[in-house]
């Protein structure tokens, strides 16, 4: 059974750095997408990075794009997400999910996801 832990949130300062982790384990992706996604209270949940595992091609949203950096360890198959220049409007859960196919930035694409872990940036 596949299974996604994040980890790495916390509380940073405006204009900090912080990245999160998504840790794999159940299964080995050799293609299909894993992609980070935030959320804040009552909003929907919001497509922020992906990372196409087969063409090894990123996408980003318009908001963070220039800020945040997602990436992969091939050794284990985890996804990192690098987040600069961090803003108070970044605060929100961060929840990394996966597919088995091409990467969309639209949480309704994603079945299998992890728990979430919390980012706030204070000004």
């Known amino acids: 059974r596949v299974q996604l832990m994040e980890s790495g949130g916390g509380s940073v300062q405006a204009g900090g750095s912080l990245r999160l982790s998504c840790i794999v384990s159940?299964?080995?992706?050799?293609?299909?997408?894993m992609a980070w996604f935030r959320q804040l209270p009552a909003k929907e949940r919001e497509g922020v990075a992906a990372?196409?595992?087969?063409?090894?091609?990123?996408l980003y949203a318009d908001s963070v794009k220039g800020r945040f950096s997602i990436s992969q360890d091939t050794a284990n198959n985890n996804v990192y997400l690098q987040m600069t220049s961090l803003d108070p409007e970044d605060t929100a859960v961060y929840y990394c999910?996966?597919?088995?196919?091409?990467?969309?930035?639209?949480?309704?694409?994603?079945?299998?996801w992890g728990q979430g872990t919390q980012l706030t940036v204070s000004s």
């Open positions: 999910a996966a597919r088995s196919s091409s990467c969309y930035l639209a949480a309704s694409w994603y079945v299998i």
């Open positions: 159940g299964y080995t992706y050799n293609s299909g997408c």
């Open positions: 990372f196409d595992f087969g063409a090894g091609s990123t």
